[in-house]
């Protein structure tokens, strides 16, 4: 990248609405096309993109005659914003398709993978503080749904497979606080992400769990009447065995669920 370049600070965000930041000034991407190409170029940055992938994530399955002149036309206008923005050359010609090159670190996906990588290395090193951290701060990128109001099939895909990494970077992180000992600080959280995802068992288990080590027991078993009504109201079956087994450990108390010191103010 030129010198230029560097001087600048580049934020290009698709964890959410897609947006383009230099220097903390955001800067307009016209056109549904135009925003649609960026965001499937940014999915796949520092790798080709084939003209053919470009245009089924543009127009899906029945693109016009025309959308191979369309797609031209696309990335001349989307290089042409770019380079006056302190990025020219940033997008390059290769064979059958187009790379997107940008400046390290300057596409919020990237940087979710790569706090998520070091996570889970400081988890397998036995920090689990740190990874919790991490976990954090990787979650914190994310503004809504990725690449929200982007409507090609291609990309909906491509959005579904990030949100999916999110909901589970959330139940690791709801894991790691709640053996930290953090368990009250993450039960209004928990609550949230739980009613938003009411199939999703494991973070229902992560707040139960929760719930019980705070001293709310009913609330817990609560909690899991709850999920097992709407399992058998909308889909005919009852909760996994696993859940099944949480609240059986709950209305024991099994020590297992909450270690010693726990117990023992239980107790007491």
Known sequence: MHSAAQEKVFDFRILGPLEFHVSGRPVPVPGAR???????????????????????????????????????????????????????????????????????????????????????????????????????????????PAADGLESPALRAAAAQLDEERVAALERYFDLEIHLGRHHLVIPELMSCAAAHPFREQLHSHLMLALYRAGRQVEALHAYRELKRRFADELGIEPSLPLRIMETKILGQNPELGGGEFMQRLAG
């Open 34 to 144: 135009q925003r649609a190409l960026l965001c499937l170029l940014l999915l796949e940055s520092g790798r080709t993109m084939t003209a053919a992938r470009l245009i089924d994530g543009i127009w899906g399955e029945r693109p016009p005659e025309t959308a191979a002149a369309q797609l031209r036309i696309c990335v001349s206008r989307l290089r042409k914003l770019l380079a006056e923005s302190g990025l020219p050359g940033a997008i390059s010609t290769e064979t059958g398709g187009y790379r997107l090159c940008l400046p390290e670190g300057c596409v919020d996906v990237q940087r979710f993978g790569g706090l998520l990588r070091e996570a889970a290395d400081a988890e397998s090193g036995g920090r689990r503080t740190d990874a919790a951290a991490l976990l954090r701060e990787g979650l914190a990128l994310w503004r809504g």
